[in-house]
């Protein structure tokens, strides 16, 4: 079973030019809880490299995730001003890309013993589709 190397390691979401500012925003979710994007971006302009970063910018790669499940709406906050703006949270799948972007997939195998290899193996498998 030969895979090509571009569709080997990497979730889709952390790859291209879009990567660094998905992970930014997984990572803002992640820890304050679900946000507005507003709010998304004043977290965002805090962290090195994402200093520029405009609104419009923001908001469209948070409506692309939203469109791939990553990010979901989850309830309405009033602003100052008066009007609504709808708080937005990371799925299951966003946790799930995470966690397998931070795993070694190299160190999972030489440290797993021969019962968890084949209870993985097991899992993957019965759930492909």
């Known amino acids: 079973m030969e895979r090509s190397r571009r569709n080997c390691g990497r979730i889709s979401v952390f790859k291209g030019r879009e990567a660094k500012l998905n992970f930014a925003v997984f990572q803002v979710l992640s820890l304050k809880g679900p946000q507005t994007i507003y ?34 709406k989850v309830g309405v906050k009033k602003t100052k001003t008066g009007s609504e703006k709808f708080l937005y949270d990371l799925t299951a799948n966003a946790y799930l890309a995470m966690l397998l972007n931070s795993i070694n997939l190299n160190d999972l195998i030489t440290r797993s013993d021969e019962a968890t290899a084949l209870t993985i193996l097991g899992e993957i498998l019965s759930r492909q589709f």
Request: aromatic residues 6%; charged residues 40%; glycine residues 6%.
């Open 39 to 72: 709010d998304i971006r004043k977290e965002l302009r805090t962290r090195r490299g994402l200093k520029q970063v405009a609104y419009p910018t923001v908001n469209r790669r948070v409506r692309a995730l939203q469109k791939l499940g990553y990010v979901k």
